[in-house]
Structure formats: C-alpha cells, structure tokens
C-alpha cells in the first residue's frame, strides 16, 4: 500500500541540522542500493575513526555539557580532572567541542599529557577546540559514541545536558548487560545531579535495576576521591602496564599524537 502524503506527519515537516545521511537513513526503508552505499559509509567512516585514534593509548573518557564557560566552577573541576587523569598516566579523551570538553582537555595539555577528541558535525555548539593533540570528526552519532568508548578505561560524567546523559546511561546499561568490562563510570556534581541520583534510587524501589546496579558508578564531589576511585579500578583493576611501541603504518593514516 502506498503511503499518503500528510502535511501534518512530522517526517513530511522534518528538516536534518547535522549528518543528512543519518536522518536519511533513518526515515524507514529504502531502495537496496541506497542502503547499501549507506552501510558502505558507515564502513569508511569507522575505519577513518579507527586509524586516526589507534594511538592515542589507554584512555579517560569525560562527558559533560559544551555550555559552560572558562568562568564557571564546572569548568574549573573539569579542567583540574582532565590534570589529574594524565597524571595517572592516561590519555584524556572528550567529544573535542567546548565547555566541560574544553576544560577536560585543557587540563590534559597544561600537565603535560595527550589530549585526543572525538568531535561531530553539528549545526551549533560543536567545534574541535584547541587544545587537541589530535582529533577526528564524525558524521554519525552512533559512530562517535562506539569511539569515545572503544580507547577508555574509565568514564568521567560531568554535568551536561542530554547528550551527556545519554553518554552516561549507555556506558552503564552495556556493562550492566555485560557487553562491556566493569570500566569505573565517576558521576561528579551532587547538586546538579541530586535528583537523578534519587530518581536512579527510585529504580532500584521499583525493581528495575537490581541492587548491584547502584554500584555502577561512584557519586562524587571529590576530584580526589574520582582519582582514587579511577586508579583502583581502571590501572589496578585491569592491571596496566606500558604498552609496547608500536611503529605506525603512514599508508593506513596511523599516526602517534603529539604531546606538547
């Protein structure tokens, strides 16, 4: 049967601000050929991503809002995080735009260490910043999402908006459900997130997470209790050590960040 056109279904209306092959692609189904030059994409896109990051080395993934600015305390904790985290001999990764991902990765460079950033197209908001050893942009949500996750060790969220937790519920349902290793997510900002954490606490009242569930992650104010949290479970848990050098191949576009 064929669809009839209606001016007030919201697809008819709807126009794409960032990847048009995304919203594209998720209109419903389309002809064999255009869904398989999107899958080829996909392919090319993730490969892109993969040789690009291939050397950034274990890695602390900080999510948080683009929003705020050089002044706000938020910042201020971010930038002071992303210090602490090259400290313990990481590399500090973030969604490479502005605000908490700036200060993250600020902090990063001023101490010395690699500050690498996974950054997406977007109308607004989402610009690499400039305090990236290296960086990679991407057309496709999902893409940038599986990226940020793949070289990291640990999970910092600070706070942010609905991408941040939409960030954050992911990396806990996946090692809730298993798919990933039991990585240290660090919820940080009590008082920006006191009401999601009783809300979380009114799952578990519910019976839709289990008790474990709640010790997921670490609900802190403390950069130093994050720190200490992250070295137990993340070097400790995982038992790091150096990696062995391993010399790039120039032809597949592997290259090693430079640190300043």
């Known amino acids: 049967m064929e669809e009839r056109k209606d001016s007030s279904n919201p697809r008819e209306n709807f126009t794409p601000v960032g990847s048009k092959q995304e919203a594209v ?16 994409q996909v392919v090319r896109e993730f490969i892109h ?20 600015k050089e002044t706000h305390p938020y910042y201020k904790m971010a930038r002071e995080i992303g210090q602490r ?31 690498v950033g996974c950054n997406i197209k977007l109308p607004k908001e989402q610009q690499p910043n400039k305090y990236l050893d290296r960086w990679v942009t991407i057309d496709y949500f999902f893409i940038r999402k599986t990226l940020l996750s793949k070289y990291s060790y640990a999970f910092v969220v600070m706070p942010g908006g609905y991408g941040t937790m939409d960030e954050f519920f992911e990396a806990i349902t996946l090692i809730q459900t298993g798919k990933f290793q039991k990585f240290p997510i660090v919820l940080m900002g009590k008082s920006y997130h006191e009401e999601l ?64």
């Not at 991503?49 to 705020?68: M, N």
């Not at 090259?86 to 690699?114: D, H, Q, S, W, Y």
């Open 197 to 260: 954490y009783e809300y979380i606490q009114q799952m578990l009242k519910a019976e839709t997470i289990s008790p474990g569930d709640i010790e997921l992650f670490l609900f802190t104010d403390s950069i130093d209790e994050a720190i200490a949290h992250i070295e137990k479970h993340a070097i400790e848990g995982f038992g790091l050590k150096k990696r062995r050098v391993i010399k790039p191949i120039a032809v597949l576009g592997e290259q090693r960040p430079a640190t300043s």
């Open 25 to 40: 692609f998720l209109e419903g189904p389309h002809s064999r050929w255009k869904e398989l030059t999107y899958l080829f």
């Open 85 to 115: 985290i090259v400290g313990l001999g990481f590399t500090v990764m973030t969604g490479g735009g502005p605000g908490i991902m700036e200060a993250a990765n600020r902090g990063a460079k001023e101490a010395g260490g690699i500050s």
């Open 49 to 68: 991503g993969l040789r690009k990051l291939h050397f950034v080395g274990p890695c602390v993934t900080v999510f948080g809002s683009a929003r705020f």
